[in-house]
């Protein structure tokens, strides 16, 4: 189960990709339940990218994250993040 406010946080996260123009999710920072809700990621995915970041320190930039990550749809997701 995930504790309430980690799923509101999750919800919320959702809304703002889905509704904003310019939403801006830091691959740096967020935790993986935020960095799912990016098109392409899973749980999984997610969990991965965190754990890349605390193995290998932040992204550099988005290239970086991209590779890292073996992201083939980077202009769906580039609009997206930031670093």
Do not use: C, H, T
């Given at each position: 189960?995930?504790?309430?406010?980690?799923?509101?946080?999750?919800?919320?996260?959702?809304?703002?990709?889905?509704?904003?123009?310019?939403?801006?999710?830091?691959?740096?920072k967020e935790p993986f339940y935020i960095i799912q809700q990016l098109?392409?990621?899973?749980?999984?995915?997610?969990?991965?990218?965190?754990?890349?970041?605390?193995?290998?320190?932040?992204?550099?930039?988005?290239?970086?994250?991209?590779?890292?990550?073996?992201?083939?749809?980077?202009?769906?997701?580039?609009?997206?993040?930031?670093?």
């Open positions: 189960l995930i504790p309430i406010y980690r799923k509101k946080r999750m919800e919320n996260a959702k809304k703002a990709i889905e509704n904003l123009q310019n939403p801006s999710v830091n691959v740096n098109p392409g990621f899973n749980k999984v995915s997610a969990k991965k990218a965190v754990w890349i970041r605390k193995k290998n320190g932040k992204y550099l930039s988005k290239e970086d994250f991209f590779v890292k990550n073996n992201i083939k749809n980077k202009e769906e997701i580039e609009k997206l993040i930031i670093i």
